[in-house]
């Protein structure tokens, strides 16, 4: 047998104690650095993201939500319909209907319209220029449906470049599909609304933790992509190890986010309100 044979396996081998060694200092580092407990974590993660503006986010008792209500629906949004492809769609790798898309388009717009909006508030002496006084329930829920949108774009842009094997149909197919989808985002929301922190304790992880979900899948593509592996993944085994890379990947961004924000403001807290 020819040597070339044996150092595939055991370069990869190699490559990969060094990926967890890499990734598994990276984790211990930011663990280190970060605010202590469950929140503090999900702060940090926050931190490299969003503003933070206490007055524009919903509250656990007397602490704003890791995320702002925009933020946080956003995310919330996207690991439900993301979640909500992986189980039903699977392989299912095309892009909404034409008329799907004018439900995206819409949701899109009314996100951008409500964000313009609030952003004019931020700024003395433009209140006027305002179509109405926003607050942090149409931030959520404009949010929520943005979410949905992001998760229906990107959840057939990286089964496209992943899967061996993929169907062409719409991963979200239908006004049923669609009803679902957005029942759900409303759920999510009504939920958040409760102020019940047996309700809102975890729905702040989990929106931290899709935001890093988020970035890991895309990381995961790129390096994908910079591999040239496309389309040559059976299964979701056969990903775990980009998987980690994309996490370090994601993780690595939000850290050095963290550091630039805090050696700039001092502080782990929002930006001062307005």
């Known amino acids: 047998m020819d040597r070339t044979d044996l150092k595939t396996p055991i ?6 104690y060094l990926l967890i060694f890499l990734v598994g200092g990276l984790v211990l580092a930011w663990l280190i650095n970060t605010p202590p407990g469950l929140l503090g974590k999900s702060d940090a993660i926050a931190y490299a993201v969003c503003h933070r503006i206490s007055s524009h986010s919903h509250y656990f008792g007397e602490r704003p ?29 095309g892009f909404p209907s034409h008329s799907a898309l004018i439900i995206m388009v819409s949701l899109f717009l009314i996100y951008f319209l409500d964000g313009l909006n609030s952003a004019i508030h931020l700024y003395p002496g433009l209140d006027h220029l305002s179509l109405y006084q ?67 304790y975890p729905l702040i992880l989990i929106s931290t933790g899709s935001l890093l979900f988020l970035l890991t899948v895309l990381y995961s593509v790129i390096w994908i992509l910079i ?46 309100d307005y």
Do not use: H
């Open 134 to 200: 926003p607050n942090n329930i149409l931030r959520m829920f404009t949010g929520l449906g943005f979410g949905v949108v992001i998760s229906a774009v990107l959840y057939p842009l990286a089964g496209q470049t992943v899967w061996n094997e993929i169907s062409p149909l719409p991963s979200i197919r239908g006004p049923r599909d669609w009803l679902i989808l957005l029942g759900g985002g409303v759920g999510i929301g009504l939920l958040i609304l409760t102020g019940n922190p047996l309700l809102t």
């Open 11 to 16: 370069n990869k081998k190699y490559i990969r």
């Open 227 to 272: 591999r040239k592996r496309e389309n040559s993944f059976s299964s979701l085994k056969d990903l775990i190890w980009w998987g980690i890379a994309g996490f370090g990947s994601a993780l690595t961004q939000i850290a050095l986010i963290d550091l630039l924000r805090f050696i700039l403001t001092g502080t782990w807290s929002g930006f001062p």
């Open 65 to 93: 939500f890791s995320l702002c209500a925009r933020c946080t629906g956003q995310y919330l949004g996207f690991i439900w319909g993301f979640g909500f492809q992986l189980l039903v769609a699977k392989k299912r790798s």
